[in-house]
């Protein structure tokens, strides 16, 4: 299907294609396929240039809970606009990033009492490293050296993040002399999440391996970090709650401090309010970003609790101090949006919402789950995911064949925004998607799947 841009977008385009370097992308690819104009968004809903009205599957990168546009949200923006658009954080406070932390705390952990404030997800965990390793030396533990973190994690892009996400990959390998050290183990999935066949998670065979890593490893660790139940980018490989609670029973052993980065399962998409609250553990760290203003502004935090607070308090010539600060810290325009997000989670029934979201798109998935192209569908609250394979061989697409790229751009002229990464397709909706909704667009991955 050719879908014409009017003619003032495709003078822009070549602006952009002349000056704009893209993230993710492999800018010759762009010479071919050109991106894409978005002019608008409306709901759960992107409006591209071109007149094509598309269902944003992954929530505008994994952000997007209410829809997009909601007036509450944008309400909130304007009032705060005209009141404070931005001043610094260091020496100075304002009612936002107060109510902010006022409206989050109770939701949280109660040993989570401290919030530092930055601007993205690499950002929380860069904090949260930073934090965790100035505590250990401040407690005489100058040994610890080195990180702890799961095969195929992924915590953001600057380098201390790339340092703790995995290695071995096309990601992040060729930066590997300028990284964090880091000690790493894989961590099965878990087989009850997928929609049929509940194979034994072989527990206990993990769990001995978390004591072998830890055993290893656990005198020369600062932290260990982890998405708690689903490593997204990895390829939405979901993880078994038993696991991480081994992890934070070795960390514990070896006073070593757990980092929970939920930049990703945050807000609902596990279908509770963090993914934490199904796994029974307490982090010294937790990492919010993306959900945390609907995507609207940039904002993140790092909680840690009083514990590790208090290593850094002394006074200033005792050098304790955490130095560390971005110019957008807090900004209170991304605070007062957060503060509206969170105030739909409590004045609507956003969570039953979700729960009912998550039980259409599982029971979607079944459905799917005999496609002939489709291997191990499964799902975790409002996250869906599956591999793709070649029918005739059973075996996932070679690479060259960029066979997620070609389905995303094509399912694009169905009216449907998914990304798959690399042969893993998933849906990740904004939690506000009506459930008759996720059903016609799992039908359409039925057909484009055909
Ligand atoms: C679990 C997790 N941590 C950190 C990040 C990095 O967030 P940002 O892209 O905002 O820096 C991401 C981004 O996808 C993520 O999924």
Known sequence: MTHLLPSEWSDRVAFDLAHVWHPFTQMKEHLEEPPIPVVGAEGVDLLLGDGRRVFDGISSWWCNLHGHGHPRIL????????????????????????????????????????????????????????????????????????????????????????????????????????????????????PRREVVGEADASLDTARAGVKAFFEAHGETMAAFVAEPLVQGAGGMRFWAPEILQEIRSQCDRFDIYLILDEVMTGFGRTGTFLALDQCGVVPDFLCLSKGLTNGTLPLSLTWTTDAVYQHFWGDYTQWRTFFHGHTFTANPLACAVACASLSLFDEEPVMARAQALAATMRKGWEGLSGHPAVRRARTLGCIAACQIVDPATGQPHPVEERFGWAFHRRALDHGLLVRPMGDCLYLMPPLATPPARVQEVIETLAKLLD
């Open 75 to 190: 309400g909130a923006l304007e009032r705060q606009g005209a009141k404070l658009d931005h001043v610094m954080f260091a020496g100075f406070t304002h009612e936002p990033a107060l109510e902010l932390v006022a409206r989050l705390r109770p939701r949280l952990p109660k040993a989570l009492t401290r919030c530092f404030f930055s601007d993205n997800g690499s950002t929380a965990v860069e904090v949260a490293l930073k934090m965790a390793f100035q505590a250990q030396i401040q407690q005489g533990r100058a040994n610890r050296t080195r990180f702890g973190a799961l095969r195929e994690g992924y915590h953001g892009d600057t380098l201390g993040a790339v340092g703790v996400g995995e290695l071995d990959n096309w990601l992040t390998g060729v930066f590997r002399p300028l990284l964090l050290h880091c000690d790493r183990f894989a961590v099965p999935e878990d």
